[in-house]
């Protein structure tokens, strides 16, 4: 989950490797540190509890001087956050920072104590530092001792080890947790995303599964986990050079929301014409699989799981395909039936959340037909390791809420399903006309839903006060309005929950008073009519109500309800359309109460734990 940043070069590293930490500050964030090493083999550590800049403006006070470093930022999970429990980790000269968990760490921290280590930390870290210490003793290089304490570990890591001894040199390993490696000219660095080290680098190497690699300034040799060196191609990143730049926004949510048109029409650029897909451009073999496919069965964690959810819909009701959804960490512990011809099909913003490439790696074995994965990140460890891999291209996304990952990937869903009704003949060419043409139309249509922002805007502080929310939708509005409520916690820490419109009476109605406001998502689509009758339970029980209605659907604000009126979109591409006015009700109630928008507390962008 946090972020890491390795750097060995002649200069002084400090600044690099705390710039390296800013871009990755919204991956976790409760605690940052620094490990340096100067040519006479001074090692200076600096950590700090809060936010990246609290290290900087430490980092400045200490003047701390060296060409070789590690850092990282924090997202805790074993011990609080603390600057005791802030990485680097030492044991005498070895420091060590690490993303992931180690679950036989009580065990390890056992048998280190009967070894005479001391713990100084309530983290599962500390105990490969002391490993790392005692394989040293016994080892003739650094190398050595890591490839044989990860041997001694379970769980997952990635992970960057220095000695103080030896100043020029770093080691990194991986399993489960992303690691890559940037060259530069006579120096290199390393990062747990590609992203902190775009100031610095293009070229990268990305570790596999298992890899320890030794990286110095000249060089870099890569270990594959049986020990034997491997090559591991260089590859050049395309990636926009200013993701990291708020530029004229306030938030990176904010900034994120507006892009979501151009990140639409680069998602679909290229793989529609005006009127049709084009199949092939979701992968290579994709006609073959796509003809073949029977079931469809998709797995993602939480926003992910949400448009996951929205495109179960439309894969049985276009395409008539059958389709199931689960998340990613109940999937991968059950014992499930694989059914004949089917196709997996992962969703993740990052390509690394742990628990979709768990359920990746296990559906493999599992006998699926062939594994696809719908991913915002080229290189990462979905797409690498799926059979296909359909880039949503929504650019960088930093805000820890996601905003155009989703929205792309219901762009990039709609498409499959189409690619899919093709092969099946169950989508005929005007089905398939009308569908492309309204993605097309989706670019300008986002655009006008976000001018309702200044109403919305003053609706927000209808929103600030209250503790609880209650979203309501029907049909694929629903994963919609489970979408909007997640967004509306995530950021604002006001508890909200979705229900199917239909599932009221069923028990949610006992809540409905005053002080809990309800939204619907209320498209003009053949199910308007009941949801106008759910809509009337809730105003005779004396409830608020919210209503974000296509301009045609017929309703009218009172006293007890508002409609914000949405211009009237195709209805298949509608549920893209209405996430819009859901995003900025969010966004504006979080910034009435002044919560950290970007970096919401306890949690963290790219989910690499599980
Ligand atoms: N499990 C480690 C800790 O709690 C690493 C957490 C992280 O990935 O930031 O310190």
Redesign the pocket.
């Known amino acids: 989950?946090?972020?890491i940043v390795g750097a060995v070069a002649q200069r002084d590293v400090a600044e690099i490797l705390v710039e390296g930490l800013r871009r990755l500050e919204y991956?976790?964030y409760?605690s940052s540190g620094v490990a340096v090493i100067d040519n006479d083999h001074n090692m200076k550590r600096v950590r700090r509890l809060g936010k990246v800049q609290e290290l900087a403006d430490a980092l400045e006070i200490e003047q701390v001087q060296g060409g070789t470093g590690i850092a990282?930022?924090?997202?805790?999970?074993?011990?609080e956050p603390s600057e005791i429990?802030?990485?680097p980790?030492v044991s005498e000269d070895i420091a060590i920072v690490?993303?992931?968990?180690?679950e036989n760490h009580h065990v390890l921290r056992e048998l280190l104590r009967e070894r005479g280590y001391t713990f100084t930390?309530?983290?599962?870290?500390e105990v490969i530092a002391h490993l790392v210490n005692w394989e040293r003793r016994s080892t003739d290089t650094l190398l050595q001792a890591v490839q044989n304490t990860v041997k001694q570990l379970e769980g997952a890591y990635?992970a960057v080890v220095v000695d103080r001894n030896e100043p020029e040199r770093l080691i990194v390993a991986r399993s489960g947790?992303p690691i890559v490696i940037g060259l530069g000219v006579g120096e290199n660095f390393l990062a747990s995303d590609q992203l902190a080290l775009l100031n610095v680098t293009r070229r990268f190497i990305y570790l596999e599964e298992g890899d320890v690699a030794e990286v110095t300034r000249r060089e870099v040799n890569v270990f594959a986990d049986n020990g034997e060196p491997v090559i591991r191609s260089v590859v050049e990143s395309n990636a926009e050079h200013d993701a990291g730049d708020k530029g004229e926004f306030r938030h990176f949510m904010q900034k994120e929301v507006y892009e979501q048109p151009t990140a639409i029409k680069n998602t679909i650029e290229g793989r529609v014409t005006h009127d049709s897909v084009i199949t092939d451009s979701i992968g290579v073999h994709a006609s073959e699989i796509l003809e073949k496919v029977e079931h469809i069965q998709l797995v993602a964690c939480g926003t992910s799981y949400n448009a996951a959810m929205v495109s179960r819909y439309w894969f049985e009701a276009i395409a008539g395909v059958s389709c199931s959804v689960e998340i990613a960490s109940e999937f991968r512990y059950r014992k499930f039936v694989t059914r004949p011809n089917s196709l997996l099909v992962t969703l993740s913003q990052s390509g690394e959340t742990a628990d979709t490439l768990a359920a990746l790696r296990l559906a493999k074995e599992k006998g699926y037909m062939s594994a696809m994965t719908i991913c915002n990140v080229a290189g990462s460890s979905l797409v690498r390791e799926s059979d296909i891999a359909f880039m949503t291209r929504a650019g960088t996304e930093i805000g820890v809420a996601s905003t155009k990952a989703f929205t792309t990937q219901l762009a990039a869903l709609l498409m499959m399903v189409v690619a899919v009704g093709k092969q099946k003949g169950t989508v005929d060419q005007a089905k398939e006309k009308e569908i492309v043409q309204a993605l097309h139309a989706l670019p300008e249509q986002i655009e006008a839903a976000l001018k309702t922002e200044k109403e919305i805007e003053a609706l927000a502080e209808d929103f600030a006060d209250k503790h609880h929310t209650l979203f309501l939708g029907r049909g694929e509005f629903y994963p919609i309005a489970v979408e909007a409520s997640l967004k509306l916690k995530e950021i604002s820490y006001i508890h909200a929950e979705a229900y199917a419109a239909g599932e009221l009476k069923h028990g949610p109605l006992a809540l409905i008073d005053a002080d809990m406001p309800v939204v619907v998502v209320a498209p003009n689509n053949e199910l308007l009519e009941k949801l106008k009758s759910n809509i009337e339970e809730v105003r005779a029980r004396g409830g608020l109500l919210y209503v974000f209605a296509d301009e045609n659907a017929g309703f009218v604000s009172d006293e007890t309800m508002t409609v914000i009126k949405m211009p009237h979109v195709n209805e298949i591409t509608a549920p893209i359309f209405f996430t819009i006015p859901m995003q900025l009700l969010s966004y504006y109630v979080a910034l009435i109460k002044g919560t950290d928008v970007d970096q919401p507390r306890n949690l963290?962008k790219a989910v690499?734990?599980e």
């Open positions: 989950m946090c972020g991956r976790g409760d990282h930022t924090r997202w805790a999970t074993h011990g429990n802030a990485h980790h690490h993303n992931g968990i180690i930390s309530q983290t599962d870290t990635g947790s963290a690499t734990v």
